[in-house]
């Protein structure tokens, strides 16, 4: 071979080499351009679909606040009430999907598959400005805990609901004369060894008859609201403006589901379909406010000033059909407990675990859960006034679990990159943030002057 040959095979040789490494660094940086996609990422048991999650959510928020209705009716009248919770459900469902879509994005950003709602307020506040990230395990403790004190206080609610029914059914068939206080430590006897089921799989066939025997209660309740209605012309189309802050509080109550939200899209195999027009959540919380709203607008225009935080507690007392839906919401209270209640138990047992030696672990959840399960009912039988619970649980732990994180975690999130034009992302959640504070402030102070004058 000449030595010109040669010199031309070492080139080529050479050129060869060269386009494989430009080939391989272009591959290369390919990928690390390929968007992540999180449910590509999600384990396979994460494969609820569009349909799935839209019965989930309409599960979650089709609960006990659904007969609560009426009484935020009575608070506001049947036109501000109407036109309040069309108000109050576009503000919740604006706020979720604020914290839905920051928390999607943040997903892509960090590479996870899925995070939660406390994740979502930490990660969010350690990827943001230098100035607020010193806040992010703050923003996470608020949230956990705001969870916690919510299904703590519909633990309370529930506590009421069944004491209450159980009383009125006691009183019709002869039963003993005991106030509602007694009836409300009686629970114990139920709950006590229903709550220490630790496992969420045993939890399920209760979760599943709960189901169906609310939504039984349910019907049962709308159709005596519908059974000889009187006038609009006798009830008040608005009330006083002390009335709004009890109206707003009861509405955050019954309608807010955020708690699930997260839960619910972290287990979609497809979820670009929970947001957007129409999306899965537009779809169930257009459901939610028109279901609330007529329940809410039917049962005060039936009963008045007479409403109750339950509308069960309206029904008749000596109809075997009533006093059957009272016995159901009962039944529904009791097996629902357990699982609203293994909420606050796990964020409490995450920073309690360490400082708890491995072999007692088995013992100190079980001492957990009596003491919190003492508590609850020792707080109901304290106050035992079910529309003083859900105003105050409400203002407090749904104003800012609802309404003040999401728009907070927005907005740190959106800081520097996409504010829109004249920062109206900022202006938008800032009015969110005042509505959420005002809603709190005048909330709790409502309701702890109505505790004081009931004690």
Request: glycine share 8%; net charge neutral.
């Amino acid at each position: 071979m000449t030595k010109q040959n040669s010199s031309a095979l070492e080139i080529r040789d050479g050129m060869d080499a060269y386009s494989s490494k430009v080939e391989l660094a272009c591959n290369g940086s390919r990928e690390d351009l390929d968007p992540y996609i999180p449910s590509e990422h999600r384990p396979l048991a994460s494969n609820t679909s569009s349909f799935g999650a839209l019965a989930h959510l309409l599960k979650a928020s089709l609960g006990s606040g659904v007969l609560a209705m009426p009484l935020a009716f009575k608070s506001a009248g049947l036109l501000v009430g109407s036109i309040g919770t069309i108000l109050v459900g576009f503000i919740c469902a604006h706020a979720i999907n604020m914290l839905v879509k920051t928390s999607q994005q943040l997903c892509v950003e960090v590479k996870k598959p899925s995070l939660g709602y406390a994740d979502t307020c930490d990660l969010v506040f350690q990827n943001g400005p230098k100035p607020v990230q010193k806040f992010a395990p703050f923003a996470r403790e608020l949230a956990d805990w705001a969870l916690a004190l919510t299904h703590m206080g519909a633990c309370c609610v529930y506590v009421v609901v069944i004491a209450e029914s159980f009383k009125q059914i006691s009183d019709v068939y002869g039963g003993p004369n005991w106030t509602v206080t007694i009836y409300c430590a009686l629970t114990l006897v139920i709950l006590v060894p229903l709550t220490q089921i630790t496992k969420l799989k045993y939890l399920v066939p209760f979760s599943a008859l709960a189901n169906f025997v609310w939504l039984g209660s349910i019907l049962i309740s709308i159709y005596y609201c519908l059974r000889d209605p009187p006038k609009v012309s006798e009830r008040n189309l608005a009330t006083s403006i002390t009335g709004v802050p009890n109206f707003i509080s009861t509405c955050l109550f019954a309608m807010e589901g955020i708690g699930v939200v997260m839960p619910v899209e972290n287990e979609m195999t497809k979820p670009q379909h929970f947001l957007g027009c129409p999306g899965v959540l537009n779809i169930a919380m257009v459901i939610v406010v028109l279901m609330y709203g007529f329940v809410g607008f039917s049962g005060y225009l039936k009963y008045g000033d007479e409403a109750r935080g339950s509308l069960t507690l309206n029904l008749p007392q000596d109809e075997i059909l009533a006093q059957t839906a009272k016995i159901l919401v009962a039944c529904v209270m009791i097996l629902s407990f357990a699982l609203i209640y293994y909420v606050p138990v796990d964020v409490i047992w995450r920073r309690i675990q360490e400082k708890v030696p491995a072999k007692n672990h088995r013992w100190g959840i079980a001492a957990l859960r009596l003491i919190g399960t003492l508590l609850i009912v020792g707080i109901a039988c304290a106050v035992p006034r079910l529309e003083l619970f859900m105003e105050l649980v409400g203002a407090v732990c749904l104003s800012t679990m609802g309404l003040l994180l999401p728009a907070v975690t927005e907005t740190v999130w959106r800081w520097g990159k996409d504010l829109g034009p004249c920062y109206w992302v900022v202006w938008k959640n800032a009015l969110i943030c005042i509505f959420s504070l005002i809603a709190m402030v005048s909330g709790v102070a409502y309701s702890i002057i109505a505790i004081l004058e009931k004690l």
